[in-house]
């Protein structure tokens, strides 16, 4: 077995649908590739529908993960996966044409510290309000096929269109059950927390984008709502801060942190005079000051 995909999933069964769909329509049966669903203790219909599917898709596996949260999901899917490698893809996304022949490609060279991934674009549940900038919803690590720089290598992929090799992930920290998301309730930095931690243990590991293993997104309403995304940004810059503080040296945390903010403050200060004229450009003076914000709550 080459490779398993996993989808974890939490009482979203109609997106789980065409998620599944997405995948199945690119494996087409393959004998060296298992599909893993992960329910982390859902209490809608999805496993009568994971039921139903196995009927027809023997290569389908059904598991489920009692306690709460992204992260413990995400650490049981390496317990009882077959494959080699294991890519992640997200309940409520799917995968775009060419996904899994682009991975497939990278795989054949079966190399265990390259880690994969590739961009993810929205699909919106309602139009955006002018003022937000859609690009904040876009999540691009490179411009085209390559590797990373160890800056972006220590912040990694996205959790929901990434792949890495099982050995890799049993010689490395599990993701950290303390962060990330728990049923509905919003949480973030498993993701980085696992690859910065990864990265500085692991100098010989790499992180390689791959712009045709590209996945779309949904996102819902209550996710442009001004005040869900001045929390989200708040709360992902204290979570940088803290990782910064933590797994840096004293002298280096200070460097980054006053970068970022100086960085932040030049953008604050030009999309004040540009939001006049661009309406996006709101959007981007609020992130800078919620960045800035979130930073400054973290150390004081």
Same mark, same amino acid.
């Given at each position: ?10 009482? *979203?069964?109609?997106?789980?649908? $065409?998620? &599944? ?11 060296? !590739? ?15 529908? !994971? ?8 290569? !389908? $596996? ?11 999901? *995400? ?12 890519? #992640? ?20 060279? +079966? ?33 085209? $096929? ?21 050995? &890799? ?24 927390? #696992? ?5 500085? =243990? ?19 309403? /209550?996710?442009?709502? *001004?005040? /869900? ?9 204290? +979570?940088?801060?803290? *990782?910064?503080? #933590? ?36 959007? =981007?003076?609020?992130?800078? #000051? ?6 400054? +709550?973290?150390?004081?």
């Amino acid at each position: 077995m080459v490779l398993s995909i996993t989808v974890c999933t939490y009482n *979203r069964v109609e997106f789980l649908k $065409n998620c &599944l769909k997405s995948i199945l329509d690119q494996t087409q049966g393959s004998p060296i !590739i298992e599909i893993n669903i992960i329910d982390n203790n859902s209490s809608d219909k999805t496993y009568d529908y !994971i039921l139903e599917m196995q009927k027809k898709f023997p290569e !389908i $596996n059904y598991f489920v993960e009692k306690k709460q949260g992204i992260s413990h999901a *995400r650490n049981l899917s390496f317990k009882v996966c077959k494959g080699n490698f294991l890519a #992640f893809v997200d309940d409520d996304a799917i995968i775009n044409e060419n996904w899994l022949e682009s991975l497939l490609e990278e795989l054949k060279n +079966q190399n265990e510290d390259i880690i994969y991934g590739g961009p993810i674009f929205p699909k919106f549940e309602s139009e955006p309000k002018k003022w937000i900038d859609k690009n904040y919803f876009i999540r691009k690590f490179k411009k085209n $096929n390559g590797f990373l720089g160890t800056i972006k290598s220590k912040e990694g992929f996205s959790g929901g269109n990434m792949c890495i090799s099982k050995n &890799l992930f049993l010689k490395s920290d599990s993701f950290n059950t303390e962060i990330g998301m728990t049923g509905g309730n919003l949480g973030l930095g498993e993701e980085p927390d #696992f690859f910065y931690k990864l990265v500085k =243990k692991n100098k010989e590991v790499k992180l390689y984008n791959i712009s045709e293993m590209s996945i779309t997104h949904y996102e819902a309403e /209550y996710k442009l709502k *001004r005040e /869900y995304l001045k929390e989200r940004i708040i709360l992902n810059a204290n +979570q940088f801060t803290q *990782r910064t503080i #933590f797994h840096e040296n004293f002298i280096f945390a200070i460097i980054i942190l006053k970068t970022k903010i100086f960085v932040q403050f030049f953008k604050l200060i030009f999309s004040l005079f540009l939001q006049l004229f661009i309406p996006n450009h709101k959007f =981007k003076f609020l992130k800078s #000051f919620w960045i800035i914000r979130g930073i400054v +709550q973290a150390i004081f």
